[in-house]
């Protein structure tokens, strides 16, 4: 009997440590569950014992396939590595706020009688001077190359990712690249987005045979038509600017013209992230063609304005260096794109402005608009250093322009 009683007690003893193993087992697991899902940037309540950025980072773009790899692999939340800062995850506040309408220019009738011209120049003087950004319509580049410019981009991001494997890489020497986030490792969170970069340059001609098949036609049409009508949106801003016709185009901001095929894929949680950080173009004009989703906004007086899809249309605006050698008058815009459910959406900016690699030429503000109203604002600058300036700021809205202010 008092053998049994011992056994009782002994056994009574052994579940009750058990039980208060158990239980504080319990409670600091909780205690370290709490700790991370405590965290409002975490949007999966996943133990996380140390988040290595630089880690995460790496593995990222060891994929080589982007943020439509993560996508297609079924995330259904948005990795830490893209969630944008507390501070600007309120978005969605200063959206649409506004009644402004971004404008838009007719280009019917440049070639005509010369008070139209004069009134299309006037437009775009003052759309540059006022928004930095406008559209236009009756541009020139036919609706069919457009479109299929738009699918090719589509052909390129959703074939097999081997083939765009061959093509990643971070080299800004090669005149082909896919990638994702060009200031991925200095960026303050990555973007929803991915990019094919192609260099075409003047007199040194890409060989087509480097550009991906899926897009290799489209991209010579569209390359030819986007920089014809580059030519004249130049000979335009220079007349507005009272200068002769040909003097942008002579200044070579023709020169280079690089394409960036933007592809923003579906995301799961867009209020945490963005598909484009706010930035201004480092060159002298891009003209941008984007498909039917939306997304693209522009500041203008402190207020994001949508940049909404005009059927036929292409967006234009003003490189930082174009604000630089007008001596201020035209104006270099910050603009973002928002990271959104519906889509994918594929954009194509075509960037033009002078080559990096030979123009030895420093520019800066043109001395036809330097008067003593008007004194000269900008150092002279080579576009290799304000370009390299640009890509160690990347982007997240830190202008260069106040870096070259005399
Ligand atoms: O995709 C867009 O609509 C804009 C892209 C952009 O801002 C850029 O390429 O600089």
């Known amino acids: 009997m008092q053998g049994h009683v011992f056994f009782y007690d002994f056994y009574i003893i052994i579940i009750i440590i058990i039980d208060l193993y158990g239980h504080l087992s319990k409670k600091s697991q909780e205690k370290e569950k709490m700790a991370i899902s405590s965290d409002p940037l975490l949007s999966s309540p996943i133990v996380e014992p140390v988040y290595n950025r630089v880690e995460e980072l790496k593995a990222f773009d060891d994929t080589k396939t982007g943020v439509k790899g993560l996508v297609d692999s079924g995330i259904l939340k948005v990795p830490k590595i893209f969630i944008r800062p507390p501070n600007e995850l309120d978005y969605k506040l200063d959206s649409n706020l506004s009644q402004f309408q971004i404008p838009i220019i007719y280009l019917k009738g440049i070639e005509g009688d010369k008070k ?72 303050k969170a990555a973007n929803w987005r991915d990019a094919l970069y192609i260099s075409m340059l003047t007199p040194d001609p890409l060989d087509p045979d480097e550009l991906p098949i899926v897009c290799r036609q489209t991209t010579i049409a569209y390359a030819n038509h986007v920089t014809k009508l580059g030519d004249t949106l130049f000979e335009l801003l220079s007349e507005g600017l009272g200068l002769e016709a040909n003097f942008l185009k002579q200044e070579k901001c023709t020169e280079s013209c690089n394409l960036a095929y933007h592809y923003y894929p579906v995301c799961p949680e867009p209020e945490l992230t963005i598909g484009t950080a706010r930035h201004t173009d480092a060159g002298f004009l891009t003209i941008l063609l984007q498909d039917s989703i939306g997304g693209l906004q522009v500041l203008h007086q402190d207020q994001w304005v949508d940049v909404s899809p005009i059927a036929g249309s292409l967006v234009v605006n003003i490189g930082d260096l174009l604000q630089i050698i007008s001596n201020d008058k035209l104006k270099s815009v910050e603009h973002r794109v928002l990271a959104n459910r519906n889509g994918p959406r594929v954009s194509v900016a075509c960037f033009l402005g002078q080559r990096l690699d030979k123009s030895t030429k420093p520019c800066g503000p043109i001395k036809d608009l330097i008067s003593d109203e008007t004194p000269r604002i900008y150092r002279d600058i080579l576009m290799k250093e304000y370009v390299d300036h640009f890509y160690s700021q990347g982007l997240d809205g830190k202008s260069g322009l106040d870096y070259f202010k005399l």
Do not use: C
């Not at 759309?127 to 236009?136: D, P, Q």
């Not at 319509?137 to 390129?156: A, C, D, K, W, Y």
């Not at 097999?160 to 994702?180: P, Q, T």
């Open 116 to 187: 139209t011209r004069q009134e299309i120049v006037d437009r775009i003087l003052s759309a540059s001077e006022n928004w930095g950004f406008f559209l236009v319509v009756n541009h020139g580049l036919p609706t069919s190359v457009m479109e299929e410019m738009i699918q090719g981009v589509f052909r390129f991001n959703e074939q097999n990712d081997e083939v765009k494997k061959e093509l990643y890489s971070r080299d800004r020497k090669k005149r082909v690249r896919f990638f994702s986030n060009f200031d991925l490792y200095t960026s």
